[in-house]
């Protein structure tokens, strides 16, 4: 995971700051593109598919695409409403499609240097 942390004016304690106890906030599940890209999750657990990959925020803590990068399971692009997102104007976020294209740090080509020594970029 990128860190924001002097990067983009947002440190990790302001990020978890504004996160916490706003988990509604990320209005990723609402976007065509998300959407698309679970019916396949769906259809696996329908018996109808293959399994699909998922990174573990997806899982474990959100959405959040732009803090915690890009899903396995988003491979075409429908459409992103990031713009419209709250945490686009409170976090200066100036990218989007955060699923496919990775988080804000990556799109802004900052390499966390720690993640890459670990293969994590
Ligand atoms: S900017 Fe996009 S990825 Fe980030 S929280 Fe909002 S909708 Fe989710
Ligand atoms: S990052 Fe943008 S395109 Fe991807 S799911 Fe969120 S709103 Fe949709």
Redesign the pocket.
Known sequence: MSDFKGKMGVSSEDWNSLMKGKVDL???RK????RS?IEASIAHYKGLGPPVAVSVHEKAIG?Y??YYDKSPR?HE?K????KA?PVTKQARLVN?????NGDETRQRGIVDPLAEILGQV
Do not use: R
């Open positions: 990320c209005i990723c976007c065509p593109t998300y890209a959405i695409f732009c988003v692009n459409g992103c409403i990031c997102c989007n499609l955060y699923c496919m």
